[in-house]
């Protein structure tokens, strides 16, 4: 339906239009990958991060809760990720003996700094939740976790005023060398259904899943969720942690808010 | 803007056929939907598996791209679609990135970045999803206000009963005349892809978020739990790509230079009554309701 009258025109005009575009497609996927290089660019696409905290935390209310599923839900077995069974010295040592001189720290910016055996941990007053659990890769999984509130572990150690990040630190290294670690904002960290999970549908908590304990944020993705636990600190920032992004992921270009 | 299509010059002064507002959301819209299906594919290769429900059956994905080792000891890509297999070897499950071949869902040249990198896919999506969604927004807002919905995209009486001609006519490569409005097919999938298919990848979109589902459980049960919300995602997509390509055929099979011109310049100008004069119509006439009316 093309016109007659400016046709050999618009063919060399089509034709130059086409190589253009074709141009233009094989540098915009050479530049994607240039530009996905750039600190700036990355800096400038984590801006979305903010808002989609922002935004989110307006929707879901600080207490807002995560679905919880009905019992007949749970998959039998929980696909574990990242470390399954840690290797260092000191987390096989502890294992050998079921966790028996194991503790947890909780320390930092707090009035009364505790440390707690597994026993005491498994004697306090605890919830138990069936959740989703959700991969950043993608893939859901539903288990039942028990565990002591976080928010009460908090309230009892008395969090000073200058704290505003809870820091997890872990007995795995994923890399065979880095500690993992993570941290959650006072919000996430004092939800109602964030908790410290000594048991998975029951029963202790199997190693492949976090032994002796591990961090269950139920509104976040799953590697927030701290495993394999051996301290929580209080701190008012974490610049001077690992890499300084808040999180063993976030130190490899994940983004802190795991929300979305 | 200057016009170079001469025809226009003796035309009465009118509205555009494609206003500016609709011209600036079709070209941004092009650049936030290719932004997002790519890095959507190497968020999707980080688990190129899909499922129905709450949670993940392993064991029971009803599409998943993987590879295999053959017999001879190659290794092949292959695509499971319910019961079916397919051999994908070279695009789907098994493809060749940086020049190595590699287990991969979907192949490089169709991913942001091209190689595997989950948490750049992701930027790139959460921050194209803004500016898709913020721009759809006031698209939207512009059609209601302007009667550009009401006006150019929704079906006349006689559109909504004579579908089925135009999709026969459409089947035979059989297109209404160039001047004019849409007809009532084109109307349709446009309407689809406006107020159906792209609110439904927003949602969709949010309701894989664990904050969200805790700010709108309801909404992830309407879609059957996140694992379904995923797989809506994923079909909603392909759907949008095939929308694409039959657009791109469509304008390739009705003058695709005066029509890239028309989405460009804004083409000619368009009065009350049906334009006829430079047009060639392709339908017998008399039955051609295809005016700007």
């Given at each position: 339906m093309m016109r007659r009258d400016s046709g050999r025109r618009d063919a060399?005009?089509?034709?130059?239009?086409?190589?253009?575009?074709?141009?233009?497609?094989?540098?915009?996927?050479?530049?994607?990958?240039?530009?996905?290089?750039?600190?700036?660019?990355?800096?400038?696409?984590?801006?979305?991060?903010?808002?989609?905290?922002?935004?989110?935390?307006?929707?879901?209310?600080?207490?807002?809760?995560?679905?919880?599923?009905?019992?007949?839900?749970?998959?039998?077995?929980?696909?574990?990720?990242?470390?399954?069974?840690?290797?260092?010295?000191?987390?096989?040592?502890?294992?050998?003996?079921?966790?028996?001189?194991?503790?947890?720290?909780?320390?930092?910016?707090?009035?009364?700094p505790l440390s707690l055996s597994l026993d005491e941990i498994r004697a306090l007053p605890a919830r138990t939740q069936i959740t989703r659990h959700d991969c950043v890769e993608g893939w859901s999984a539903i288990g039942q976790w028990t565990g002591p509130v976080l928010g009460d572990l908090l309230a009892r150690a008395g969090v000073k005023s200058q704290a505003r990040y809870v820091v997890f630190h872990c007995m795995d290294q994923l890399n065979g060398k880095d500690f993992y670690y993570e941290s959650l904002d006072l919000v996430e960290a004092r939800h109602p259904q964030t908790i410290l999970a000594h048991s998975l549908n029951g029963a202790p908590l199997p190693t492949a899943n976090g032994a002796p304990l591990r961090l269950r944020a139920e509104r976040q993705l799953g590697y927030k969720m701290a495993k394999y636990l051996s301290g929580i600190t209080l701190v008012s920032h974490f610049d001077d942690i690992g890499d300084g992004r808040g999180g063993y992921w976030e130190d490899r270009g994940y983004t802190w808010y795991a929300g979305i | 803007m200057p016009d170079s299509l001469p025809t226009t010059a003796s035309a009465p002064r009118g509205r555009r056929r494609h206003p500016l507002p609709v011209r600036l959301w079709h070209w941004f819209n092009l650049w936030c939907l290719v932004v997002m299906l790519m890095s959507g594919l190497q968020i999707f290769n980080a688990h190129p598996a899909l499922y129905w429900g709450s949670a993940s059956h392993f064991d029971d994905p009803w599409l998943e791209l993987y590879a295999i080792r053959a017999p001879n000891g190659d290794i092949r890509g292959q695509t499971a679609l319910g019961p079916w297999v397919f051999d994908t070897t070279g695009v789907l499950g098994y493809s060749a990135a940086n020049g190595r071949e590699s287990v991969r869902g979907f192949p490089a040249w169709s991913t942001l970045p091209s190689y595997q990198y989950l948490s750049m896919g992701r930027l790139w999506h959460f921050f194209f999803a803004w500016l898709f969604a913020g721009a759809g927004a006031l698209f939207v807002l512009y059609a209601l206000l302007s009667g550009h919905l009401r006006r150019d995209l929704w079906l006349s009486g006689a559109q909504w009963r004579g579908l089925g001609r135009d999709l026969l006519d459409h089947l035979r490569l059989r297109f209404h005349g160039p001047h004019g409005g849409y007809n009532g097919l084109q109307k349709l999938s446009y309407l689809g892809v406006l107020l159906v298919a792209l609110p439904l990848m927003i949602v969709t979109g949010l309701c894989m978020s664990p904050t969200f589902n805790a700010a709108a459980p309801w909404l992830l049960e309407l879609f059957g739990g996140r694992q379904s919300a995923r797989s809506i995602h994923f079909i909603v997509a392909a759907a949008l790509v095939l929308f694409f390509l039959i657009h791109i055929a469509m304008v390739l099979l009705s003058g695709p230079w005066r029509q890239l011109k028309g989405m460009l310049t804004g083409g000619p100008r368009v009065t009350e009554e049906p334009a006829a004069t430079s047009t060639t119509p392709t339908t017998r006439s008399g039955r051609d309701q295809h005016d700007a009316s």
């Open positions: 060399s005009r089509r034709r130059f239009l086409q190589r253009s575009a074709l141009g233009a497609a094989a540098l915009g996927l050479a530049g994607c990958d240039r530009l996905s290089q750039s600190e700036q660019v990355a800096g400038t696409l984590n801006l979305a991060q903010r808002l989609n905290l922002r935004v989110q935390r307006f929707l879901a209310g600080e207490r807002g809760l995560a679905p919880e599923y009905p019992a007949s839900m749970i998959d039998p077995v929980f696909r574990p990720n990242g470390s399954t069974d840690p290797q260092s010295g000191r987390y096989r040592e502890l294992a050998a003996n079921g966790f028996a001189d194991w503790r947890l720290t909780l320390d930092g910016l707090v009035e009364t | -």
